[in-house]
């Protein structure tokens, strides 16, 4: 694939003052072409990510890291992003942050990325005439790994930042950067749901419906593609507890997916192939259940190799804990997001000191899918920053 630039600049790309006003101007504009797109209504992933581009959420979200009296924050300069083929919108969280940080920016696109992708740069490219110093900043390519331009580039930047398989991250880490370029690699994550069983069982009817909806939304909305999608349940509880749980929770849920269809054929294939793979390979005696286009498979403890076999596409392992300290001695640096929902606060806050491996983020179920600068225990404005400390 030869190097295609997709949104030409017409203007040199200069670094600028971090959190400028114009290019929160960008970021608004881009965020009302986005929610007025009809073609959005099909890509829940646009829709959030135009409530996430207002100003109205970023200057909040941003206020924290303005100037202070002890240091300057200046951009860091030019920084490369290689977006993942998973979620297609993801590019633009890393990508924005940067941006608004006074970064130049050159983001390589998948080419196995998906529709919503088509829209984005529809309206990127439909932002340039009038904003042409953030379009020079913001500038969206499709090459191969190999190409030319690319190794180019790569031995120019000041920061890079890899989304993408594990495999495909070495594989661009073969590309040599300057000696004090940054560099943010977002690898194979594994992420986990935990249901407090006492809770599930004790919820009426409509905290129930409201739980498998957000369940639905953080699992379903990528067909569990995303790295913060659970692809694990975790049932705190006594066994009868859990399965009375598992009995009320999982019909509701069923219910719910045979509405929205939210999964199709070959994904179901492919989640029911991969929990045959995992039965017949794994030492443990698993059970598998098929419930409508979902398959479940009762695990007694999570291995490395769920972590690299699970495909997601609606496949859910579960695992019961009576103890959530049970859990410690199965988390590894994969395991990035944990949403919970019925488990007490105080129970989950002590309970996270004595986790000193795994888990980057632990938020309220319905949220899993949430973007801030905080991602995979780094923060991404400082990362994309430098501070000049005054010390006079």
């Not at 030319?148 to 590309?175: F, M, P, Y």
């Not at 569990?224 to 049932?235: D, E, I, N, R």
């Not at 105080?346 to 888990?359: E, I, M, N, P």
């Amino acid at each position: 694939m030869s190097w295609t630039l997709l949104n030409p600049a017409t203007t040199k790309a200069e670094l600028q003052p971090s959190f400028a006003e114009q290019d929160f101007g960008y970021c608004q504009a881009l965020s009302e072409a986005l929610l007025k797109a009809p073609q959005s209504r099909d890509f829940p992933d646009l829709i959030a990510l135009g409530f996430w581009l207002r100003q109205a959420n970023l200057k909040p979200l941003l206020a924290p890291y303005q100037h202070s009296q002890h240091f300057i924050r200046q951009p860091l300069g030019l920084v490369f992003h290689s977006a993942p083929a998973n979620v297609d919108s993801l590019f633009v969280y890393s990508g924005i942050l940067s941006l608004l940080c006074g970064n130049k920016n050159v983001i390589r696109l998948s080419s196995r990325s998906g529709g919503s992708t088509a829209v984005l740069i529809e309206k990127i490219r439909a932002l340039a005439e009038l904003f042409p110093a953030q379009n020079a900043r913001f500038q969206l390519v499709q090459c191969s790994y190999d190409s030319a331009e690319l190794k180019a580039l790569v031995s120019t930047v000041d920061g890079r930042v890899l989304w993408g398989s594990d495999q495909a991250i070495q594989a661009q880490r073969q590309l040599l950067m300057p000696a004090h370029a940054r560099e943010l690699s977002f690898g194979h994550k594994f992420s986990l749901c935990l249901l407090d069983a006492d809770a599930v069982l004790a919820a009426d009817n409509e905290q129930l419906q409201q739980l498998v909806q957000l369940f639905y939304r953080d699992q379903l909305t990528f067909a569990q593609q995303g790295c913060s999608s659970a692809k694990a349940v975790l049932w705190l509880g006594e066994t009868a507890q859990v399965q009375q749980a598992q009995q009320r929770f999982w019909p509701a849920l069923t219910e719910l997916i045979e509405h929205k269809q939210p999964l199709n054929s070959s994904e179901q294939y492919q989640a029911l192939a991969t929990a045959q793979q995992l039965v017949m390979s794994s030492p443990q005696q698993l059970l598998l259940t098929q419930q409508q286009s979902i398959s479940r498979l009762a695990v007694n403890t999570l291995t490395p190799e769920f972590i690299q076999q699970h495909q997601g596409c609606g496949l859910f392992l579960e695992l019961a804990l009576t103890e959530l300290t049970q859990l410690n001695p199965m988390l590894s640096h994969a395991h990035q997001t944990l949403t919970v929902w019925g488990v007490d606060p105080k129970q989950l806050k002590a309970w996270l000191t004595s986790v000193h491996t795994g888990l980057d983020r632990v938020m309220p179920v319905g949220q899993a899918l949430s973007f801030s600068p905080d991602w995979d225990g780094m923060n991404l404005i400082e990362q994309f920053s430098r501070k000049v400390v005054c010390t006079f």
